[in-house]
């Protein structure tokens, strides 16, 4: 659309808006986890969103010249399906509109907490909320302390730098006190708990940097391995549809694009010449055979092997089967991934003789297969395959299509995890930057350190029902934390010395029952007599939200005030708004007033912190609004517009740079020059100074030096050796349990919600009939089978289907075909709706919670990260029963 008959006007009460064709709609600017959005609102209801096109008063687009050809993006956005159908989610009615208490929870009387998840509620109003929520806040911090308050939000929110949970949630939630349950490194796993072990970016969680790869890759891309990576869903993460045109024109080059997933993918299915479908849990037995094939051949880079990696001749023994007797030939991989030899060595023949980009996972980094029970060595065998082709010289590099747009790294703008209004730098990146640009040294910063509260407790997130089960238990490892390698290697015990044990529970969101693992665990937690009060702060009812004893509404961010970039994260992945071909920075307006009688979680806050007795400290006098200007003059926005301007506009898109120096990631590495990248990392804290990675060696270690030192001080882990190893995965095919349950099941990311936002709630998203699909009358979750696996089940498309394993049942639609092979199923995970045939933990879910047939068991011994993406299950025709186990 464009924007020719759009006039400037002012609505309401300073609410800036464009109005169309002189027509009561106005258009308003907002964003979401899938792009920024132009907002057509009319008589206080949101008529459509749509993404934004630019006009001739923003700024010009970037251009490459590569190959002859010049290639510029669109002058527009793009948006993810689920942010398409966010009208459908912001009117759903699932929405909660009002606080609501279990009708059988009496805080003075009897609480009924073996009926969590099980009765139902009745409206109460919010001073009726405060009175009971307060009352058990006070009365548990007076006989436990804050530890004994547990609390946590997820991984996603709904957009926006102020509202976030790193900004107003840490704000409020380090002012009372509490016990933060640490989330593990979902996305990152086995680049955290393996990757980073092999080459350091610790800062990045073990992920590469990814700068100025797409004109490195325009130049000289010949192949691309696309290696459990599938951008066209996954997006990298937040980016919408900004990389697919950058795929088109690498096709369009000529660029062969190879795929290795279990499941034929829909990038495959666009732009695939071949793809590999390994069984699961063996992809290491893939790149060792690909590894020991150039050993063999000749056909990797010697020079660089020489002078940039550390243990490699011991390694390369252990490949050719000197020290093991087992050479990890091509046929031995064929055995172990039912890939056939022939194959293999032509893909390692072409891949030594091309530039080949490894597209390991969907961001440069990331990919199902580093959440999986092989993840460690999966994502260590990246790393090994990258460094035996020289990685960091022209048109060979770990890159996954998704990252590395040309824009201005310069421009500072923080992303989500900068803290916001938190000022909290041990749970948030605060402390890097934003901080101390955001607060004028007047305030406080309301973190940990200065406020009485008890933060020197934390869980695993992934345990978070073994706590309330009031197990006492020690773990090794904490994920999201990077200050060094060894960081992650730190001991912790639940309770904490000194500290409490878990007696209410804090939740914001719902999600877990779809997305943690073994999770007919996080229902009958909730039953726990330990646990005496829960209070969960929503949006939508769905998941374990029901098992609450109090609900406090929350309001979309259509219905609030708030700032942000389009994608831009930051924290652990710095500089990644260079997934977009622009950087956008978006006022997000508040388009409609909070429908019901609910409030944005900073109203939310700021309403309990006047009941506890800190509003003062926690609003400083401000609203949302007041907040989003403060945070606008502490960014290096001012220089291009006024806040008003921008008030008025609702957008910026930042100049391109064009004075800016191309830094090409890991070239700096590969030249053995000092680190040149904007990149945040500790440059320098090893024997080579700024010319080498962060290791203790400066090189890529074959055999990490920092496990070997954990090994020396008695942590030996079976599952996690200092030498990259082909461990075989302790749940695959290989396992006692296949026998039992002989199916593999991949549990990769939804391709039309965003995790469990846009799922359930009579959303768009239910309307496809790839997301769900509706059978008389209910919305089945969907498993994919193959044909011959289906056929000795005797199951037809469309059958509903049981999948189960000794961790519980799921009730599913089959949708039958040859997108596995025999022997793999696929599911995707992050379903919304939680619903228990019988009694909630013990029965089977007709929602379609696939995550309760995956494995509760770390990762390995001292890595306490989830393997979601391996279980062995069974599937069956189902029959109607409700499974009940206790
Ligand atoms: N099987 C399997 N499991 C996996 C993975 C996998 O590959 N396979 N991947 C893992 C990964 S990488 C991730 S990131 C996790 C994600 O797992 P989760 O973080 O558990 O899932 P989300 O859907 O992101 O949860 C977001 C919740 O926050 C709520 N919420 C959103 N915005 C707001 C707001 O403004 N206010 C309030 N009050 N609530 C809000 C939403 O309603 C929702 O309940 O899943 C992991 N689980
Ligand atoms: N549409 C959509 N986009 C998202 C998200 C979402 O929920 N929905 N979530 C965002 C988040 S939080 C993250 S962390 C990223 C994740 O991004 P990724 O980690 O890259 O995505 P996944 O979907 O987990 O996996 C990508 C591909 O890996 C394959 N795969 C799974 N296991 C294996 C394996 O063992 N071996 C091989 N070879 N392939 C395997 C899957 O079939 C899938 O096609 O995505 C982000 N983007
Ligand atoms: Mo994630």
Redesign the pocket.
């Known amino acids: 659309m464009q924007n020719e008959n759009v006039s400037c006007v002012t609505v309401g009460a300073g609410t800036s808006a464009c109005s169309i064709n002189g027509s009561q709609e106005v258009r308003m600017t907002n964003s979401s ?2 792009g920024p959005v132009f907002v057509y609102v009319k008589d206080g209801k949101i008529v459509r969103l749509t993404p934004m096109d630019f006009d001739e008063t923003d700024p010009e687009s970037w251009k490459i010249e590569a190959r002859g050809k010049v290639f510029t993006p669109p002058r527009k956005t793009t948006i ?3 942010t398409a159908g966010q009208k459908s989610m912001v009117y759903s009615d699932k929405r909660i509109l009002y606080p609501m208490k279990r009708v059988d929870f009496d805080p003075n009387g009897e609480r009924n907490i073996q009926n969590r998840g099980v009765s139902g509620y009745e409206r109460i109003s919010w001073d009726e909320a405060a009175e009971i929520v307060c009352g058990e806040v006070n009365r548990i911090k007076r006989e436990y302390g804050p530890s004994a308050i547990l609390s946590t939000p997820s ?2 929110h709904l957009w926006g730098n102020v509202g976030y949970r790193h900004s107003t949630y840490f704000r409020f939630m380090n002012m009372m006190g509490f016990t933060y349950a640490d989330h593990n490194p ?3 796993e086995g680049w955290h708990w393996g990757g980073m072990h092999m080459w350091g970016f610790s800062w990045r969680l073990g992920n590469p940097e990814q700068y100025d790869l797409l004109e490195d890759g325009l130049k000289y891309a010949e192949m691309i391995v696309f ?5 066209e ?6 980016a919408a549809f900004e990389s697919t045109i950058r795929r088109k024109w690498l096709k369009d080059l000529g660029v062969k694009m190879v795929f ?4 034929f ?4 299915n666009w732009i695939g010449d071949k793809w ?3 069984k ?4 290491h037995a ?1 790149s060792f055979a690909i590894a020991y094939t150039w050993l063999t051949e000749g056909s990797y880079d010697k020079e660089y092997v020489a002078t940039h990696a550390y243990g490699f001749e011991e390694w390369s023994e252990y490949v050719l089967g000197k020290t093991d007797g087992e050479p990890k030939t091509c046929e031995w991989a064929e055995k172990e991934t039912g890939i056939p030899a022939c194959d293999i060595r032509a893909l390692a023949r072409e891949w030594g003789k091309k530039n080949t980009y490894l597209a390991a ?3 440069g ?8 029970t ?2 460690i060595e ?1 994502s260590r065998g990246m790393i090994a395959l990258a460094t035996m082709q020289g990685m960091g010289k022209p048109g060979s590099n770990m890159w ?1 299509t998704t990252q590395g747009a040309p824009l201005d790294t310069e421009f500072y703008f923080p992303g989500y995890a900068e803290g916001g209004i938190s000022g909290d730098c041990d749970n948030s990146a605060a402390g890097f930057k934003f901080a101390w640009r955001m607060f004028d040294g007047k305030t406080t910063f309301p973190s940990p350190s200065n406020i009485n509260n008890g933060q020197g407790q934390h869980i695993p997130r992934l345990k978070i029902p073994e706590c309330i089960m009031g197990k006492e238990f020690q773990w090794s490892g904490k994920g999201f934390c990077g200050g060094d390698i060894p960081h992650q290697m730190h001991q912790y015990q639940y309770p904490a010395p000194g500290y409490s044990r878990i007696k209410m529970y804090w939740k914001y969101g719902g999600p877990h029952i779809g997305t943690m693992t073994a999770t007919n665990r996080y229902a009958k937690m909730y039953t726990d007599s330990e646990l005496d009060f829960v209070v969960s702060q929503s949006i939508w009812f769905e998941g374990e939200v029901p098992f609450a004893d109090v609900i406090l509404p929350a309001c979309t961010n259509y219905e609030r005030w708030d700032i942000s970039e389009f994608a831009n994260c930051s924290g652990y992945i710095p500089d990644n708004y260079t997934l977009c071909n622009h950087r956008v920075i978006s006022l997000q307006m508040k388009c409609i007033e909070p429908l019901g009688e609910s409030k944005s979680d900073y109203d939310i806050y700021a309403f309990f912190a006047k009941k506890l007795g800190f509003e003062g400290q926690f609003t400083e006098g401000k609203d949302e609004l007041a907040w989003v200007e403060q945070y606008y003059n502490a960014t290096d926005c001012p220089k291009l517009m006024t806040f008003a301007d921008f008030f008025k506009k609702g957008y910026l898109v930042v100049p391109d740079n064009t004075t800016r120096k191309k830094t090409v990631a890991l070239r700096w590495f590969a030249e053995e020059r000092e680190k040149d990248t904007p990149d945040w990392g500790p440059r320098c804290n090893n024997s080579v100074g700024y010319k080498g990675l962060q290791t203790q060696t400066g090189k890529v270690e074959f055999i990490a030096t920092s496990i070997k030192r954990f090994e020396e001080q008695g942590f030996v882990d079976e599952y996690r050796p200092a030498m990259h190893t082909y461990v075989k995965a302790w749940e695959s095919h290989h396992c006692e349990l296949a026998k039992k349950y002989p199916l593999g099941m ?10 469990t ?2 799922d359930g709630k009579d959303s768009f998203m239910n309307d496809i009939k790839d997301h769900r699909v509706e059978v008389d009358g209910y919305s089945y979750w969907i498993i994919r089978i193959n044909s011959e696996d289906a056929a000795a089940r005797g199951i037809k498309e469309g059958d509903l289907v049981r999948a189960f394993n000794d961790r519980g049942s799921v009730i599913l639609y089959a949708q039958v075909g040859e997108r596995t092979q025999p022997g793999t199923v ?1 599911s ?3 379903c919304a709706v939680y619903d228990p045939l019988g009694k909630p933990g013990c029965s089977a879910d007709r929602g379609g919670c696939v995550n309760i047939l995956t494995p509760d068991r770390y990762m390995s011994k001292y890595a306490c990260g989830m393997a979601p ?2 279980a062995q299950i069974e599937v069956e025709k189902w029959n109607g029963d409700i499974y009940e186990i206790y």
Request: hydrophobic share 30%.
């Open positions: 986890t899938g993810a399906p689920f991984s996603h979902d996305s990152w290696w459990s990576s599938d951008p869903v996954n997006s990298g993460i937040y290795i997933d279990p499941f993918n829909h990038t495959a590999f479908s390994p699961t849990g063996t992809d893939l996972g969907g961001l980094g990331w990919g199902g297969a580093c959440r999986a092989h993840g999966w996954s991949l549990s990769p990311h939804p391709r039309f919600s965003m995790h936002m846009g696929h995707y995970e992050s993406n391996s």
